[in-house]
């Protein structure tokens, strides 16, 4: 929600703080309702800036720098088979959503290619958009969760392809780790 268009009166104001005043102890998050509520809405998260990103996703890897970073083993193996030059912001979000997790400023979207409020082209992130809980769903949830969103989303029905072959990737990688996990058990 964007600020408000018209701003608040003194009075209207001063109103607010006399209610605010009316309680016992005044909590944080007291406060940001308040503010919130003379913003006109909630305030927006900021979008990450490059040296978050950065700093987020070297210290994931237990690196202090870029080069560093380029010839950790973990980082080199993990990313075989893509190229990412790491020079772009856009480079460092991808990397900071696919170790870290979805950035507070992409949570909440909406549009067709949006589940569970994040956009799946951009995130990999199967637990979230199925809904499960990783320590907690079967093989029978997953195929549940996926069958419920393909009758949603795929192309027969108004969806998109690419998100039909998005969730088909997710079920599938999901499925194969269970069947993993459950040899090693």
Known sequence: MAARSKKLTKPEVQKLIDQLNTRPTITNELLLAFAEKVNG????????????????????????????????????????????????????????????????????QTGPTCINGIDVLENFRPWHVFGLNSKTAGPEDVKKAFNALAKIHHPDHGGDQRVIERLKKMRDSVLAQMKTTKRES
């Open 41 to 108: 809405g909630p305030f927006k998260t900021p979008k990450p800036t490059l040296k978050f990103l950065k700093e987020a996703v070297l210290s994931y890897f237990g690196c202090k720098t870029v080069p560093d970073l380029k010839k950790n083993k973990t980082f080199s193996m993990s990313m075989t088979g893509e190229t990412i030059s790491l020079k772009t912001k856009a480079d460092w979000m991808k990397l900071y959503r696919k170790w870290i997790e979805v950035h507070e400023s992409e949570r909440a």
